[in-house]
């Protein structure tokens, strides 16, 4: 009897291996097609075993990180054998008919859907990059993928014909690749510099001159991960971070970057200032826990919930930085002032989460409002925790637990882990995320390590719509006449250059200096405008005017802000014009008789007070409006003036 059971369930256990069997392997070959050494584009080759019931699918790329259409990089898809194939009812879709449980083996080619090389104007360049020496794929852009095939299933990358002198790197090397996987990877080849640091298994793909040498960039990367890995516990894995370099107008810096699952894909111009490419690499290399490990984003409705996911990746970003000795204390307080500068400042301050989500991927100042809300949240709950002697640390590593066991997103799973772990959130979710309501730091938030002071700042604005003009191909558009920039001479139409100096989004500056053209044409003339103060903005803005006809575009600039210009502006240009006449041609006579005499005794104090006033006022219509001759006036008057003034003292000694 004993031996019958025992049969039975060795059967019993046979057929349970035999269900639980593996799904069959995805297999993806690459192959790079040039054309006399020059790279046209990327040839994919993927095989894969049909449906049992003759009929599978196809998905092309579509929409990620705010890029659309993505199916148009795919070119000459076809079916090598296995089946036919036809269109699907959306364009990212193909059907396929064929043998029940065939090995169908498609072939399709990834080419460059857009002009030129990455720019920084473009942001950072999700699409397919295919160059003469090189290319950067993302797996959200360039995969083509059976529609019916389990996330679990097995999937291998092999690459094929790669030229000698080429160089290759990819996360979809590492072991134990699933479908699930592949989307949220990255490709590169061709002329990177490829290198490797053993202790923390980390590799970097770079290519490019930079400000910085390659093995400081990989030490820092390497710092910044194995803390990431210490904080969760988790063993050293393989890593990648690629680094693209970008293009842009003189002046233009641009520092950004996507996570991955095991790699991150970075964007920059050659002059991104280290500290933001650091804080970056942190930002983007603790993405591979946050959210994914504490229970992931729902598809339908994701950015709603970007307040956790890039809110509590932004909190840990600045913690880990100062934990790992990457940044001092001082570095970790400018960051956080940035951020309530910006909080302060963005006209989205007070939006509902309602349109986070509907124009999160259109809106800049959207955009940066869900990562603010998330940290400072984070801060707040962090201080309620220490005061109990637990710390917010405790609440992650509950949610990476609960997620492990359940299929609850990350929203979900924080509301049940947060009160678990002695943390009242009340109604702060509804009230600062749902509702929008303003957040304030309370003055005891860093205890005993800072102390955060409230003061009110002034409003930072460009004077222009900065959207509207980078879509308009960096034509001037939407000017707001109420503002500095419009008394400078900015006009509707002119032609962004480039910043010349100040910082934007930071009002601490005294000046925001652009320069902008008129027209094409080859001679130039140059507008100044000095700082101008009020509720709203703190700008001064610098335009590089072209001539046209037979009055300059600057004249007519000048010409046009003393008609229509601020009532400030009008008001200093009158007394400026009245208190130059006096100065100029007043006081200028008696003022060289007295220096002629060394005799100051008969000039009285109104009169000295006029020239005063004549040389600042006149100096700064000078300014204002951009003329030498002007500012010259005022620096004889200046002069005229200083020099009866040593006489007088003289005289009175």
């Known amino acids: 009897m004993r031996s019958i059971i025992q049969a039975v369930a060795a059967i019993g256990a046979l057929f349970l291996c035999v269900g639980a069997a593996a799904p069959p392997r995805i297999d993806y070959e690459l192959t790079p097609i040039l054309e006399n050494g020059v790279l046209q584009a990327v040839q994919f080759d993927l095989t894969f075993r049909g449906e049992s019931d003759g009929q599978s699918d196809l998905r092309l790329p579509d929409s990620w990180g705010g890029q659309n259409e993505l199916w148009r990089s795919v070119e000459a898809l076809e079916v090598v054998s296995g089946g036919t194939m036809r269109d699907g009812e959306e364009p990212n879709q193909r059907l396929l008919t064929h043998r029940p449980n065939a090995r169908i083996h498609i072939r399709y080619r990834i080419i460059q859907d857009w002009e030129g090389v990455p720019r920084a104007e473009l942001g950072n360049t999700y699409r397919a990059t295919i160059q003469p020496t090189y290319f950067h794929l993302i797996g959200n852009a360039v995969l083509v993928t059976p529609g019916g095939a389990g996330l679990n299933a097995p999937v291998r990358l092999r690459v094929r014909d790669l030229p000698r002198e080429w160089t290759f790197a990819s996360d979809l090397l590492n072991p134990h690749l699933t479908l699930e996987k592949i989307w949220s990877s990255v490709i590169v080849a061709g002329d990177f510099r490829i290198l490797h640091d053993p202790n923390s298994n980390v590799q970097l793909a770079i290519r490019g001159e930079w400000s910085f040498t390659d093995q400081q960039l990989l030490t820092q990367a390497a710092d910044i991960i194995a803390g990431h890995r210490r904080f969760w516990n988790d063993r050293a894995s393989p890593y990648l971070v690629t680094v693209l370099q970008l293009a842009g107008p003189e002046g233009w810096i641009s520092v950004g970057g996507t996570g991955l699952d095991d790699a991150f894909a970075f964007f920059a111009t050659p002059n991104g200032e280290q500290n933001t490419i650091i804080r970056t690499l942190a930002h983007e290399s603790f993405h591979t826990w946050t959210p994914a490990q504490i229970g992931g984003l729902p598809q339908e409705g994701e950015p709603s919930q970007y307040w956790l996911s890039e809110g509590f990746t932004d909190f840990y970003t600045a913690r880990m930085l100062v934990r790992g000795g990457l940044w001092t204390p001082r570095q970790y307080a400018d960051d956080l002032n940035q951020a309530l500068l910006a909080y302060a400042q963005s006209p989205v301050r007070e939006a509902p989460n309602s349109r986070i989500l509907a124009d999160f991927w259109t809106d800049r100042d959207v955009q940066r409002m869900p990562y603010m809300r998330g940290r400072f949240l984070a801060m707040i709950w962090d201080a309620r925790l220490r005061r109990n002697g637990r710390r917010f640390d405790n609440v992650v590593h509950d949610m990476r637990a609960r997620a492990s066991q359940g299929a609850q997103y990350a929203q979900e799973i924080f509301v049940a882990s947060a009160p678990a772990l002695g943390l009242d959130l009340g109604s702060d979710i509804e009230r600062y995320v ?220």
Not at 546 to 574: L, T, V
Not at 631 to 653: D, E, F, H
Request: hydrophobic share 45%; aromatic share 6%.
């Open 434 to 653: 749902t509702n929008g309501a303003p957040i304030l730091l309370p003055e005891d938030v860093l205890a005993p390590c800072g102390r955060v002071i409230t003061r009110e700042a002034p409003n930072f604005h460009r004077g222009f719509d900065i959207q509207a003009t980078q879509a308009n191909n960096n034509i001037i558009a939407g000017v707001d006449p109420s503002l500095p920039a419009y008394a400078a001479g900015l006009r509707n139409g002119m032609v962004l250059i480039r910043r010349n100096g100040g910082e934007i989004g930071n009002s601490n500056w005294k000046s925001l200096m652009l320069s902008a053209t008129a027209t094409r044409s080859e001679r130039s003339a140059t507008c100044r405008a000095a700082m101008v103060r009020s509720r709203r903005s703190v700008l001064s803005w610098q335009g590089t005017l072209k001539a046209s006809g037979s009055r300059s575009a600057c004249a007519q600039s000048r010409d046009s802000a003393r008609k229509r210009g601020s009532m400030q502006s009008d008001f200093a240009e009158g007394l400026g014009l009245v208190a130059g006449f006096i100065g100029a041609f007043a006081f200028a006579p008696q003022a060289f008789k007295i220096i002629r005499d060394r005799d100051a005794s008969g000039v009285s104090g109104l009169t000295y007070a006029m020239v005063l006033t004549g040389a600042l006022l006149w100096g700064a219509y000078g300014v204002l409006r951009g003329a030498p001759s002007i500012m010259l006036w005022n620096a004889v008057a200046a002069g005229l003036a200083a020099t009866v003034l040593i006489l007088k003292v003289r005289k009175s000694c």
